[in-house]
């Protein structure tokens, strides 16, 4: 096969070769699971663009590769060999979904599993076409991947999203979501919520004529009418797109697999104990509960620290915390003999120094945990003041969170509310975090107190936990 260097104009012929062969299995595929229609438009438009940006460049000719065939060699190929998903990947259309699960390694080896829905139904009007392309899903996360594209050469911008149980009218919590225009919806199932029978998408989505990339001004637009769901949202989208789709519950609920832990570990003298774990095909969610009588306030166990280990030493990350669940990639698909969970930094801080002081009038802290926290501003605004605090990390974190509980009080116990715009920015070449809290104008009577839910203090002790 030729370089890639020297011949960037030619699909590798491996991939010919295999897509042939797939071609015949692709049509069978097509007839009993419905293929996203729009694969054919991202060939056409893959083609049109590269064009467009490299107008020396051969076009390239997919010969009998028919939409159905492509989308087997996007679930087989990873399979199939590494030069063939190398090549999946420069195929336009299928390119995000490779990388998808690339990043995550539950997901490539459901996609291995061949444990994917196609889906492939989409909303398309005013020249943009919005699309389900399929889900990934179990009994605790569903990923819902989606692109988005204007048919008539405009720009296109998504404003975000809104997940609800179709049947139920109910959102779905989503903490997660790529908003490029083709990546992925992280849908997570808390408590007693499940994975529903029908799943409705929106998305807002605001268009701007080609032409405006080159300076041509915009024309102004009326304000759109929105569902009420959509009202109030920043920026205002120009429309909003709606996708239901079935869920294949026989697929994919019914398959984890659960353990009892009950085993408690000790963190200079802080109890923490791991009372249960389950795995799930794309991810293992791990319980863990704090001991009341600790001196210190457990804020958390430091996600890029902990991980799932086996015999081998494979590792798994975590990658969210959620109400005292920790949730990790799974190796489902490839159960190991053994399974572990490794860490050991911990956040916490001495439970009786976590409340800040705050003198308005003169502008500066009365007290604080300790000297990582300092005033660096206050704005005063026509109804609101803006405080901006500096919150110093230690060495090496990199971590980024906002400190302060949405609730506080003035100095007669008169409880308040921060409002909407209180968040944390931090840059890549600082050692502190900013946080921004914004108030409303009130009579206060004298000092302002804030309780602190999180701060960048660790103490650390090697811990291991056996799950299987």
């Known amino acids: 096969m030729a370089d890639d260097r020297n011949r960037e104009d030619q699909v590798p012929a491996e991939l010919l070769e295999q897509a042939e062969r797939l071609t015949e299995a692709g049509e069978r595929y097509r007839s009993s699971i419905p293929v996203p229609d ?21 076009s390239w000719r997919y010969g009998g590769l028919t939409a159905a ?3 087997l060699v996007f679930v087989l190929g990873l399979r199939v060999s590494p030069t063939l998903a190398a090549a999946v990947s420069q195929i336009p259309g299928l390119d995000y979904l490779v990388n998808l699960v690339r990043s995550d390694r539950s997901l490539e080896m459901a996609v291995e599993n061949d444990y994917i829905q196609p889906v492939g139904k989409f909303d398309e009007h ?23 594209q204007s048919l008539e050469d405009a720009e296109v911008e998504i404003t975000g999203f809104t997940v609800q149980d179709a049947d139920e009218g109910q959102p779905l919590t989503q903490v997660y979501l790529n908003q490029g225009l083709q990546g992925h919806v992280g849908v997570y199932f808390m408590e007693d919520v499940t994975l529903p029978k029908r799943v409705a998408v929106e998305v807002g989505v605001k268009t701007y004529p080609a032409a405006s990339a080159h300076g041509t001004p915009l024309q102004p637009k009326e304000t759109p009418k929105l569902p009420e769901r959509w009202q109030g949202t920043y920026p205002v989208p120009d429309g909003i797109w709606r996708v239901e789709f079935e869920v294949d519950q026989e697929r994919f609920l019914g398959m984890q697999q659960e353990y009892e832990l009950g085993e408690t570990v000790t963190v200079q003298g802080q109890r923490i104990t791991f009372t249960r774990a389950i795995v799930h095909p794309i991810g293992v969610s791990v319980k863990v509960e704090i001991d009341p009588d600790n001196t210190m306030e457990i804020f958390g166990l430091e996600l890029d620290d902990l991980r799932l280990i086996n015999e081998k030493g494979e590792s798994y990350r975590s990658y969210m915390r959620y109400d005292g669940d920790y949730y990790f990639e799974s190796p489902y698909f490839a159960m190991p003999e053994e399974l572990y969970i490794e860490g050991r930094r911990v956040r916490a801080f001495d439970k009786n ?99 602190v839910t999180s701060y960048p203090s660790y103490i650390e002790s090697p811990f291991r936990i056996r799950i299987k």
């Open 38 to 58: 729009q694969i054919d438009l991202y060939i056409e438009r893959g083609i049109r663009d590269g064009k467009r940006r490299v107008r020396t460049r051969s």
């Open 126 to 148: 005013d020249g943009v076409r919005f699309t389900i392309d399929g889900v990934i899903a179990d009994a605790h996360r569903m990923e819902i991947l989606y692109s988005l």
């Open 69 to 71: 065939a492509l989308l």
């Open 353 to 451: 120094r976590l409340e800040v002081e705050l003198d308005l009038a003169q502008r500066k802290i009365v007290k604080a945990p300790n000297e990582q926290l300092t005033l660096e501003d206050i704005i005063e605004h026509e109804d609101s003041y803006e405080l901006i605090f500096r919150v110093y990390q230690p060495p090496g974190d990199t971590s980024m969170s906002h400190i302060f509980q949405y609730e506080f009080r003035d100095a007669a116990g008169q409880r308040y509310q921060r409002m909407d715009g209180s968040h944390a920015t931090k840059s890549s070449m600082e050692t502190f975090t900013r946080n921004y809290v914004k108030i409303p104008k009130a009579d206060y009577e004298g000092n302002l107190i804030f309780q």
